[in-house]
Structure formats: structure tokens, C-alpha cells
């Protein structure tokens, strides 16, 4: 049995083996000179072959999360940052989705976000046991927005940061200038750790503006942060992403948990690690409530029934 190359001539069958086992590969493989089987074992690599999913809000206790992948969610945001459109995204993992369970209002202003992803495994497994979604990764804040930057360094879209302190984005913006030497950094300001004076959210959603973002990261922390793009998304034409403790870890103050935890959903344990003091009420109490909340959904003893989304306007803002 023979075949033909792609210069028409006649392949031998071993040649034309290997050439249809290597043009089966993804194409990350072949870029990366990958041993033909060894890509089986590499996680979350994205295939060519797959189509973005996107099945809609659901509601997870009542916040409605996006059953969404990375691709679907990057498309989201690149879209609206050509084509100049307000949108507001946040990726909610089990502490965020409970800060809408315990605060109806706070709910509500979660459930008026454009894009709200499954940000941790809890969250991803919440979905595929509730609607069976069958959502193959969940989508992690840091690696979004990675995916993110990389596509608007290659369009040339510029980007600008919010959030943290001086010192963390100082070391962000160095560290986001070497991974994409493309990338276009419009502005940087770090928090001022307190709500807004009378007329100061004005004031930087035109610096925003004058500086020719067209896409802000916000680094507040939960809640604050999706505080602040809910109030910012009536100011500004352009996409606000919440992306929690994103900074920290691309700034190089945290590091991520390994691979074997993320997927165990084990990555609560090791944040819990790193800042006891600080997380051991959100993780030890905040995902035991979660579980028992999500099990009563589950066996409809309890639906929660989502708030409806909001568009009031708060007094102040997160700054």
C-alpha cells in the first residue's frame, strides 16, 4: 500500500504511517516536537479538533455561573475589546460564589455579569453533577488570563492593570513585559484600599479611557473586585476582568498548587498553606457550607432561585 506526499509522489507504507500518525498529533504537539503518544499524558492542552463551549448561566446556589471553557471565554472578551463593547467577567471559585449566597445584593451584582466562569474544580464539578455539562476543565483566573494577554499582544490591543499595591504591580508589569514583549500596557494604578470619594470613579474611568485600553484587569480581591467592575461597566466601553489573586501569582508573590492538587481539587489546601491566617475561615468553614448547600440542590431538597440581576448603581465603589 502506498500513498502520496503532499508533492504528489509515491510514500512507502511505514513513511505513510508515520505521516498519518504525526498529521493525527494536535497541532501544540507537533509545534513542540512532542513523541508521537507522549501528548496523551500532557493535561489541559488545547485541541484544534474541539469547538469552544458555551452552554449558558446556571445556576450554582443560585449564582448563575457561564458553563464555559477557556476558548469560549478568551472569544468573549477578545470580541468586546475590538469591537469597543462593555463587559464585565469574573472567575468565581467556591469563595466567590458563596459571597453571593450570604449577600442577596452583592448576588445580584454577580448575576449581572456578562461572563461569570467555573474558576476551581468544585465549581466545574458543581456544574457537570447539576446539568451535566460535561465540562472537561474548569477555568482558572491566572491561566485566563495568560490566554487572554497573549492573544491582545498579538493584536496589538494595549491593556490596563488595576489593582494590588505599588510594590506586586511594579513586579507584575515587568514580568507580564517578559513573557509578552508585545504586549501594550496602557496605565497601571494600585488600589487605594478604600471606597470611592465623591466623583473619583469618574475621574478613572477617563484615564482609562484617554489611555486607549481596551481591555482592564482588576485586581481587588473578592468581593471587591467584582464590586468594582459591576460599578466601572456603566463607565467604560470596554471588557473588565476580575481576576482575584491572578497579580500575586503572575507578580511571582504565590505560587500555584501542583498540577496533581488542581485537579484533585485540592487547590483550597494548598492556598491554605500558603496564608493560613488569612483563608483558614474561607476554606475550612465557607466549603463545608458549600458542599452541604450544593448536595440539598442536588437531591432537590433546596433550588435556590437566583436573584435577578441589577443594574443600581452603588453609592461607592471599591478603590
Not at 502520496?4 to 501544540?28: S, T
Not at 451535566?132 to 492593570?161: F, H, I, N
Not at 501542583?258 to 466549603?287: C, D, F, K, V
Request: hydrophobic share 45%; charged share 20%; with cysteine.
Amino acid at each position: 500500500m502506498i500513498g502520496d506526499d503532499r508533492h504528489g509522489h509515491a510514500m512507502p507504507r511505514p513513511q505513510l504511517l508515520v505521516a498519518a500518525r504525526e498529521h493525527a498529533r494536535p497541532a501544540w504537539a507537533r509545534r513542540a516536537g512532542a513523541p508521537a503518544g507522549r501528548e496523551a499524558r500532557a493535561d489541559h492542552r488545547p485541541h484544534a479538533s474541539r469547538r469552544p463551549i458555551d452552554e449558558g448561566k446556571r445556576s450554582v446556589l443560585g449564582v448563575l455561573v457561564d458553563a464555559v471553557d477557556y476558548d469560549a471565554a478568551v472569544a468573549k472578551v477578545l470580541h468586546a475589546a475590538r469591537a469597543r463593547q462593555p463587559l464585565g467577567l469574573t472567575a468565581l471559585a467556591v469563595h466567590g460564589v458563596m459571597t453571593g449566597v450570604h449577600d442577596p445584593l452583592h448576588n445580584a451584582r454577580l448575576n449581572s455579569m456578562d461572563v461569570v466562569v467555573p474558576d476551581g474544580q468544585p465549581v466545574r464539578w458543581a456544574l457537570n453533577l447539576l446539568y451535566g455539562t460535561r465540562l472537561r476543565d474548569w477555568v482558572s483566573g491566572p491561566e485566563l488570563v495568560l490566554r487572554v494577554l497573549r492573544r491582545m499582544a498579538d493584536q496589538g490591543l494595549p491593556v490596563y492593570l488595576y489593582g494590588t499595591t505599588p510594590e506586586i504591580l511594579d513586579r507584575l508589569v515587568v514580568s507580564l513585559s517578559r513573557q509578552f514583549p508585545r504586549l501594550r500596557i496602557a496605565g497601571a494604578e494600585p488600589s487605594k484600599f478604600r471606597t470611592s470619594l465623591p466623583g473619583e470613579e469618574l475621574a478613572l474611568a477617563a484615564r482609562i479611557q484617554d489611555s486607549g485600553a481596551r481591555l482592564v484587569l482588576v485586581g481587588l480581591g473578592c468581593p471587591r473586585q467584582e464590586t468594582f467592575v459591576y460599578g466601572m461597566r456603566q463607565h467604560l466601553s470596554l471588557p473588565l476582568m476580575a481576576v482575584g489573586a491572578a497579580f500575586d501569582f503572575h507578580a511571582g508573590r504565590l505560587r500555584p498548587a501542583p498540577g496533581w492538587m488542581q485537579h484533585s481539587g485540592l487547590a483550597w489546601l494548598w492556598r491554605l498553606g500558603q496564608e493560613p491566617r488569612r483563608l483558614w475561615r474561607r476554606y475550612l468553614i465557607t466549603n463545608v457550607d458549600y458542599l452541604i448547600r450544593l448536595l440539598a440542590q442536588a437531591a432537590h431538597l433546596r433550588q435556590p432561585v437566583p436573584p435577578e440581576p441589577t443594574n443600581q448603581r452603588p453609592e461607592s465603589l471599591p478603590m
